[in-house]
């Protein structure tokens, strides 16, 4: 789903400029600020981590996620080892000036241990479940960025707008037909298939799942 917008509503919620970094409380943690980042198509949570001011300035320049390290006393780019970076949409000070908010696409797996967010344990919520058609979303656009070989996805959006309208319709009438004629395994898998491809169609369009959200949404506000 599309990010979060960053359009600034007061000054608390300003996105960050090089030209704010001084302006931040630094001097209430001895030079270090903690940095919570967020995933910026879910919402996850995904780690926590410290930036002092050169390690905020690399992040907003580089537009990946640097922290910097207490342990190796150094600055550290999430992903410079493992190659899983922490790409950077928005960053924001809270109202104290002393803490950041960095809305962020991971590439790959933010946690060391092989998971997508360093809160694993963390319960998923129905929401939070929900929320894996945002990376749904994340891994369309990179098989499309990246055109890997035999990826279906590519291929697929190779061949145009009419023929994924195409498997749109089929696979709707898939669902139909499981949900008279199979077994409840059978319709889940085949409106796995639906979203999948819904997903992939209203991208060539420039739209997201979250279009459909927002739809949703407007038609279930209470009228005056």
Not at 71 to 78: E, G, H, N, P, V
Not at 95 to 111: E, F, K, R, S, W
Not at 193 to 209: E, I, K, N, P, T
Request: contains cysteine; glycine residues 8%.
């Amino acid at each position: 789903m599309t990010p979060p917008s960053t359009t600034p509503s007061s000054t608390t919620t300003q996105s960050m400029t090089l030209e704010r970094v001084s302006q931040l409380a630094w001097n209430k943690g001895d030079g270090l600020l903690p940095a919570i980042v967020q995933d910026a198509g879910s919402g996850q949570v995904l780690m926590l981590g410290y930036m002092n001011k050169q390690a905020l300035r690399a992040t907003l320049t580089d537009r990946r996620v640097t922290f910097y390290s207490r342990s190796k006393q150094r600055l550290w780019t999430k992903g410079e080892t493992s190659g899983n970076f922490l790409k950077v949409v928005d960053v924001a000070a809270d109202c104290d000036q002393d803490a950041l908010l960095v809305m962020a696409i991971p590439v790959g797996p933010t946690c060391h241990q092989g998971t997508r967010s360093c809160f694993a344990d963390a319960v998923a919520s129905e929401a939070t479940r929900l929320s894996f058609l945002a990376q749904l979303e994340a891994v369309i656009a990179q098989r499309i960025g990246d055109r890997p070989e035999g990826s279906y996805t590519a291929r697929l959006w190779s061949q145009g707008l009419s023929r994924m309208a195409q498997k749109v319709g089929e696979e709707g009438v898939e669902v139909a037909l499981a949900a008279v004629t199979q077994a409840d395994g059978a319709l889940v898998s085949e409106s796995a298939d639906l979203v999948f491809h819904l997903a992939l169609l209203l991208r060539s369009r420039g739209l997201s799942l979250t279009n459909i959200v927002q739809e949703l949404e407007g038609r279930h506000v209470a009228k005056p």
